[in-house]
């Protein structure tokens, strides 16, 4: 059912307008119940469309999670049913049913039967959908923080029915931040109690870990070097150092997203040095 028909069957006559100067004006949100508020030449009337059943429907494609897959199609009444959003990266949406609406073979699920998020789940999907967009490295590594001593309640029903978090941006992303400005002891910190909240289940960590220490070792061999050879081109200290494989790659992404060195145009390379004149707490990269 479309919102508008709620609209229409749920104002009922005796409190509406009987002006001929009105206006209806809905209010809609996927993870909020429906309202209403008519407006007319006099005063105002506000409705909260609440309804006897949801369904809940999520984005449908290989990327739902098993947190929200879970309830895919599935009938509840609405003071049973999981409060959205459902996961850091929620798109789940309600459909609202009063009982002369619900589909005939619709079968009214018992949420006993089911694992709900924690209460926190909020927190997460908030910093998710602000942290990628913020430009201000320190500010994004606040947001993550802020969930950090959060993160063991809101792992704890992933654990219990065994799923997999696709994606959590205080387990992937801040590492890397502390990384980027060469906090190593911090981004091991953060792998450390990330493990200890069981985040990368099914995984124990111990990838990230080592993944942490390579990239230590090719960060600080790299800053060594551009420290000892200011102005060296960057398109030469790849033969320079000689790293293979993996630890290459991590050279690569070093030099690309390092606040640690000063790159300055050189033809089509750069010319590399490193901030010893800044602080390591200053992130911003001059012009």
Not at 61 to 89: H, I, R, W
Not at 137 to 164: G, H, N, R, T
Not at 253 to 268: A, D, P
Request: proline share 6%; glycine share 2%.
């Amino acid at each position: 059912m479309s919102i508008f028909d709620f609209f229409r069957k749920k104002v009922k006559p005796s409190t509406q307008p009987t002006n001929n100067v009105f206006s209806i004006e809905g209010q809609y949100a996927a993870h909020e119940t429906p309202k209403i508020k008519v407006q007319t030449q006099d005063e105002s009337y506000e409705y909260d469309l609440k309804t006897e059943y949801v369904r809940l429907s999520t984005s449908g494609d290989e990327n739902v999670c098993p947190m929200c897959k879970q309830f895919e199609g599935k009938y509840f009444l609405s003071t049973d049913a999981p409060k959205l959003p459902l996961c850091p990266l929620c798109s789940c949406e309600y459909e609202y049913y009063d009982k002369s609406d619900l589909p005939s073979r619709a079968k009214i699920r018992n949420p006993n039967d089911f694992i709900f998020p924690a209460d926190c789940t909020p927190l997460f999907y908030e910093v998710q959908n602000i942290v990628y967009e913020e430009k201000d490295i320190q500010k994004q590594i606040q947001m993550c923080e802020s969930s950090m001593e959060k993160l063991p309640e809101f792992m704890f029903p992933y654990i219990s029915a065994k799923f997999e978090v696709q994606e959590l941006a205080c387990r992937d992303l801040l590492p890397e931040l502390y990384m980027r400005i060469g906090k190593w002891d911090k981004a091991k910190s953060t792998i450390e109690r990330c493990i200890s909240a069981n985040a990368y289940y099914p995984k124990n960590g111990s990838v990230e870990l080592a993944d942490l220490e390579s990239y230590r070792t090719v960060a600080t061999t790299a800053i060594a070097y551009i420290s000892e050879n200011p102005g060296c081109l960057q398109r030469n200290i790849y033969k320079a150092l000689a790293f293979k494989d993996n630890q290459k790659e991590q050279l690569k992404h070093f030099l690309r997203y390092s606040l640690q060195i000063e790159k300055e145009k050189f033809g089509n390379t750069n010319k590399l040095f490193c901030k010893t004149a800044l602080s390591a707490n200053n992130t911003n990269r001059k012009e």
